[in-house]
Nanobody, 125 residues
Framework: QVQLVESGGGSVQPGGSLRLSCAASGAASGGGFRVNSLGWHRQVPGKERERVAAVSASGATDYAKSVRGRFTASADIAKIAVYLQMDDLQPEETAMYYC???????????????WGQGTQVTVSS
């Protein structure tokens, strides 16, 4: 299974910016490996995990309504890497941010999902 490793989290003041990165390691188990999408989710303790942004294999992006205009997701599908530029961060966006990969693998192809371990983002004055 593909492993994902996030980096770039940290502490920032309200209105500040951070850039998250996520890269894959490990080999897919079989033939027919194909990325379906890469994205970012976030979770606050005691709350459900929330999807923040996604990038499809074709490059199309989709964002949660709350981050549109402030967050920008990009991906290098060939490298299985995804990035999240976060601008104008607010305290309520303090959370653990997780990278997610959806992919097909095997013959016949089956869909799999992999998650990173998360990187903490703290927005506080």
């Amino acid at each position: 299974q593909v492993q994902l490793v996030e980096s770039g989290g940290g502490s920032v003041q309200p209105g500040g910016s951070l850039r998250l990165s996520c890269a894959a390691s490990g080999a897919a188990s079989g033939g027919g490996f194909r990325v379906n999408s890469l994205g970012w989710h976030r979770q606050v303790p005691g709350k459900e995990r929330e999807r923040v942004a996604a990038v499809s294999a074709s490059g199309a992006t989709d964002y949660a309504k709350s981050v549109r205009g402030r967050f920008t997701a990009s991906a290098d599908i060939a490298k299985i890497a995804v990035y999240l530029q976060m601008d104008d961060l607010q305290p309520e966006e303090t959370a653990m941010y997780y990278c997610a990969l959806g992919y097909y693998d095997g013959n016949p192809p089956r869909h799999f999902a992999s998650w990173g371990q998360g990187t903490q983002v703290t927005v506080s004055s």
